[in-house]
């Protein structure tokens, strides 16, 4: 079964900052990768999905994530991070139809 | 079209009384999951159901808690009694089986606390 590890929990970045979270799979058959976002008192949304074609997912709000298959990683980048960017990141693992959350990452953005 | 729905948004309940936690999924989607979200452990999956049929309870944190999928658009998850350890954010999500992505959808939650 695949699983994903993410580097860091906790994360401050003054605005402007570039971004780059950490994701790390283990690859176990068909690679399904995903980023969600939870932003302060929200429910969690979508950010970007990868399945197969161009390793270079484009997903909403300016963020992007490469993914990288001898490297195993799916790293989520953001070259200039703004205050609304304040939220919990995740990158959950999958199997089948169910997924895996975990504690995410924390991003705190400061002016 | 209309996201995944969840009521009540928030919950305040005594110890030792009932909650019921209520989800419509999205119209047309064959599974829906039950998560709990708190500070210390993050979002644990509770239960998934596809086409209405329990999958995996096994993240279900002990015999207080049930959930139940009597038709496909509507879901209850019950905890009797609570405690103030249940107190979280519960979610509810679901998702297209047969569209190959995974991609879960997500309610905006039940706050509930148990005083």
């Known amino acids: 079964a695949q699983s994903v590890s993410q580097h860091n929990h906790h994360v401050i970045l003054s605005e402007a900052a570039s971004l780059e979270l950490g994701c790390n799979y283990s690859?176990?058959?068909?690679?399904?990768l995903f980023w969600y976002v939870q932003y302060p008192g929200q429910h969690l949304q979508l950010l970007l999905k990868?399945?197969?074609?161009?390793?270079l997912v484009k997903g909403i709000k300016g963020f992007e994530a490469e993914f990288i298959k001898s490297k195993f990683s799916f790293n989520l980048r953001k070259p200039s991070v703004q205050w609304s960017d304040t939220a919990e990141y995740f990158c959950?693992?999958?199997?089948?139809?169910?997924?895996?959350f975990g504690t995410g990452t924390q991003l705190k953005v400061e002016l | 079209d209309a996201g995944v729905i969840q009521s009540p948004r928030h919950e305040v309940t005594e110890m030792g009384q009932e909650v019921t936690l209520r989800c419509k999924p999205i119209?047309?989607?064959?599974?829906l999951f039950w998560y709990r979200q708190t500070m210390m452990r993050g979002l644990e999956l509770l239960i998934y159901?596809?086409?209405?049929?329990?999958?995996?309870d096994s993240g279900m944190p002990e015999d207080r808690f049930s959930a139940k999928m009597p038709n496909a658009s509507f879901s209850t998850l019950k905890i009797q009694p609570s405690e103030p350890r249940d107190s979280a954010v519960y979610f509810c999500?679901?998702?297209?089986?047969?569209?190959?992505?995974?991609?879960?959808?997500f309610g905006p939650g039940t706050r509930l606390t148990v005083l």
């Open positions: 999500a679901s998702s297209l089986g047969t569209s190959g992505s995974h991609e879960q959808f």
């Open positions: 959950p693992t999958g199997g089948g139809n169910k997924l895996t």
């Open positions: 159901f596809n086409n209405n049929v329990p999958i995996d």
């Open positions: 990868y399945f197969s074609g161009d390793p």
């Open positions: 690859y176990g058959g068909t690679v399904n």
């Open positions: 119209s047309g989607h064959d599974y």
